[in-house]
């Protein structure tokens, strides 16, 4: 077979028809399949089936009822499930024209490339499709942020953000991809150094249907970026410092209002314990979450756990600021950072450890966490 192409899909029932029917014109004379990694809550899969018992190509359909790691976490499953080692990925709305993938295919036989990449900011390539100015910025602003944090790797790369690129899976270390949320081509060139070569393409409006485009997704795009080159530390210690400035936010305000400093620093820490939770479970922590136990054990544990820090913490605020005259905020700022290192193992190697085997992961753990604790 020449060509797999793999197709994430999330409630896109009214495109997959046009789809299967652009991609079979566009590479006749070609063997290829199509292959929907599919996550939908609507008739998608049954528009799907229909759509492959008429198609004159093999279209398959791989219905995910308990999704990991999101769109991301589809097309690895598609990359594993395809009988062609050259994979086309691309979404399911048609802002990504199949006509391209004739041009992508051609360009990774030549033999030169690991990944070919199809990039609206290449010569002769356009972003026209995004919805408006704001989507437009943000995704320049993206695309900068992405290239300053990875130069080297993605030093052949214009458009690391791209959801639309073909990879030989030959050259990939399947198991070493940690997929979350949208940028998975992300996730394959920051992992490895990889042969990249581009083509542009033209960034279509949607065919039918709604955009799944997000203030979460962005929020995982930041998370994935983190954890891609600082670790699930720094990551960690990004929300840690946003619920830590919410916290002092909280404090000041309630302060300001007039209730008393240890009130005003206990409803806080209250309010940022669970905001912070909230954050690790579908941020940080979300590629752990299916193998260690109930949603609401891992709540009682981090809560707990970071309620005990909190009676510890209090006191010693009390003392910086009764003892040692320190200004309140600040005071809470110190030790907020001091405990910092040690909630970070505890969630590790506790909260989010897998229900089973639990000893043998926190031994297994020890080592890369000793390098994230050095770095």
């Known amino acids: 077979m020449d060509l797999s192409v793999i197709v994430p899909t999330f409630n896109e029932g009214p495109n997959v028809a046009e789809l299967v029917r652009r991609t ?10 199509v292959i929907f990694v599919d996550d939908s809550t609507d008739d998608t899969p049954d528009v799907i089936r229909a759509v492959a018992a008429a198609s004159d190509i093999p279209v398959r359909l791989i219905h995910r009822d308990n999704p990991v790691g999101g769109l991301g976490g589809a097309v690895v499953e598609g990359i594993r499930a395809a009988e062609s080692d050259f994979c086309v990925v691309m979404d399911g709305d048609l802002q990504h024209p199949p006509e391209v993938i004739a041009d992508m295919l051609a360009r990774a036989e030549v033999g030169d490339a690991d990944v070919v990449v199809a990039s609206r900011y290449v010569a002769g390539g356009t972003s026209d499709g995004l919805a408006n100015a704001v989507r437009t910025a943000v995704s320049r602003a993206s695309t900068l942020l992405t290239k300053a944090m990875f130069p080297r790797k993605l030093n052949n790369c ?13 050259t990939l270390e399947i198991e070493t991809l940690q997929p979350r949320g949208f940028k998975i081509l992300l996730e394959i060139l ?22 799944k485009a997000s203030f979460s997704q962005g929020m995982r795009f930041l998370v994935q970026l983190t954890m891609l080159r600082f670790g699930r ?12 400035l919410a916290n002092l936010a909280i404090m000041w305000a309630l302060q300001a209002f007039g209730v008393q400093y240890l009130i005003a620093a206990v409803i806080a820490s209250i309010v940022t314990i669970v905001a912070n939770f909230i954050a690790l479970e579908y941020l940080v922590f979300a590629d752990m979450r299916a193998e260690s136990g109930l949603m609401r054990h891992r709540f009682i544990k981090s809560f707990t756990f970071n309620g005990v820090e ?3 913490r209090i006191p010693v605020i009390w003392v910086l600021v009764s003892q040692a005259h320190m200004p309140s905020v600040i005071a809470a700022a110190l030790t907020l950072i001091a405990a910092f290192v040690v909630r970070f193992v505890f969630h590790a190697l506790v909260v989010y450890a897998p229900k089973k085997s ?17 770095a």
């Open 310 to 312: 909190a009676i510890i």
């Open 158 to 170: 214009t458009d690391p953000m791209t959801g639309f690129f073909l990879v030989d899976r030959r």
């Open 24 to 33: 079979t014109h566009a590479l006749l004379g070609r063997t290829i399949e």
């Open 190 to 211: 920051a992992r490895k150094q990889m042969r990249v070569v581009e083509v542009p393409f033209s960034f279509a409006p949607r065919f039918a249907g709604e955009s």
């Open 358 to 374: 639990r000893v043998g992961k926190a031994v297994r753990a020890i080592e890369p966490l000793e390098d994230e604790v050095t």
């Open 233 to 244: 530390m720094s990551a960690f210690a990004v929300v840690g410092g946003l619920g830590a």
